[in-house]
């Protein structure tokens, strides 16, 4: 059920009045103009769209620069998920991706010993830069699954925005907590194993356990990336598949269970570095702006 009621004019509209949630840029433009030398930001556009694009399934584009056509909405709740933060509108994707987390909430709760999953951020609905949070989710192929086990999978609205997930990590990052359990690694794992999966995201300390604990096939490992934050959850992010010609994929991880750059992940957080006094910072980026996505995001606003 799609609960943000603005449409591309009403935006307009309402910034071209003086409305104090519409963006200024969106005053500025209708998404009708040409994608050359067009500096609108894109989130600006992209964020505020309730809907997807009447168009074939697509993900266009890279992971944090891209956007999706023909995107589908993962049911709020099903038997054995719900989807949470319905006010953000982000439980948008590719047809695949909203089978992938179908398929990972039954694993969940046929064979690891949950109920299910609470599934977080996925895309908007047509993809593109977020207003708020992250730099990836853009192409509909990625998706946030919480640390937290549901205990009850008939949320209303109201309790899916006060719940929070909880954390996994202690020491920053170096360790896991007493509330990571066996069931969170199979989870994983599960989500690792699938062909569909490109890479997962998650802190330092779980990538460690994870290869602490592993027998016989540790293949699924190399999937498993160490990252910042990510502790709340886990990140999946999902390959392009065969035929998707505008979609692209994020280089390979490199050969090998990864376990020893974990490790070295892990080394790093207890020993930090001394700051390097000549490092030069790294420059600011502003928002992404249209002329900066592929052409085809401007169909995708269009349609």
């Known amino acids: ?27 500025k433009a209708s998404v009708s103009t040409q994608n050359a030398g067009d500096n609108r930001v894109a989130k600006n556009l992209f964020g505020y769209i309730p809907t997807g694009s009447s168009q074939q399934p697509q993900p266009i584009g890279g992971y944090a620069r891209g956007c999706q056509a023909g995107a589908v909405q993962l049911p709020e ?26 398929d990972l909430s039954r694993f969940a709760a046929t064979q690891a010993g949950w109920d299910g999953l609470y599934v977080g951020d996925m895309s908007q609905p047509r993809g593109g830069p977020m207003l708020t949070g992250h730099a990836s989710h853009q192409s509909g192929l990625d998706v946030d699954i919480w640390m937290l086990p549901p205990s009850q999978l008939d949320l209303d609205n109201q309790e899916r925005e006060n719940l929070s997930s909880i954390s996994m990590r202690r020491a920053s990052g170096a360790f896991t907590n007493s509330s990571w359990t066996p069931q969170h690694e199979a989870i ?21 356990e994870m290869c602490k604990n592993a027998t016989g096939d540790r293949s699924w490992l190399n999937k498993i990336r160490p990252w910042w934050g990510h502790h709340y959850h886990f990140h999946v992010r999902l390959k392009c598949a065969a035929g998707e010609a505008n979609c692209t994929n994020q280089a390979p991880p490199p050969a090998g269970d990864g376990c020893a750059d974990a490790e070295g992940w892990v080394d790093r957080i207890l020993n930090p570095p001394p700051p390097d006094p000549n490092a030069t910072p790294s420059p600011k980026r502003g928002p992404l702006t249209m002329a900066q996505l592929p052409g085809q995001c401007l169909s995708v606003l269009n349609n």
């Open 188 to 208: 994983l794992k599960a989500a690792a194993s699938d062909p569909r999966t490109a890479r997962i995201f998650v802190f330092p300390g779980a990538k460690v």
């Open 1 to 27: 059920m799609v609960r943000l009621g603005l449409t591309l004019s009403l935006i307009v509209s309402l910034a071209a009045c003086g409305g104090d949630k519409a963006p200024d840029q969106a005053a």
């Open 77 to 102: 709740t099903g038997a054995t998920w719900q989807a949470m933060r319905l006010s953000r509108n982000r439980n948008w994707a590719q047809p695949r991706t909203v089978d992938f987390v179908q």
